[in-house]
């Protein structure tokens, strides 16, 4: 059984960090390109970063970009988010993803396993 769990959500201030973890059980995590996604109320899921399976390439969305940096420890089988300068725009249930194949994908459709989220708020 495949399970996705993430966790290090919480409520902060406008300009605090957070990292997110998301725990990865059931499958063979080095094999498997990751993601962190985002939805905020009323607003599709959005993409916010992916990795490929070695970790050694990334790729995030613009308007995180030069706050957010993903990574993993396919020791740990564990896909972490780093979130500095957090900005309220930036709150919504964070959700990480998986998908067989490598590569950097934005495309939520591409991902077959799922986790159930975690809130993240920020005040302004």
């Known amino acids: 059984q495949v399970q996705l769990v993430e966790s290090g959500g919480g409520l902060v201030q406008a300009g605090d960090s957070l990292r997110l973890s998301c725990a990865v059980s059931g499958l063979t995590f080095s094999s498997f390109g990751m993601a962190w996604f985002r939805q905020a109320p009323g607003k599709e899921r959005e993409f916010v970063a992916a990795i490929t399976k070695s970790g050694g390439g990334t790729y995030c969305a613009d308007s995180v970009k030069e706050r957010f940096t993903i990574f993993r420890d396919n020791a740990k089988n564990t896909v972490y988010l780093q979130m500095n300068s957090l900005k309220p725009e930036d709150t919504a249930v964070y959700y990480c993803?998986?998908?067989?194949?490598?590569?950097?994908?934005?495309?939520?459709?591409?991902?077959?396993?799922w986790g159930q989220g975690t809130q993240v708020t920020v005040s302004s």
């Open positions: 993803a998986a998908r067989s194949r490598d590569g950097l994908v934005s495309n939520k459709y591409e991902y077959i396993f």
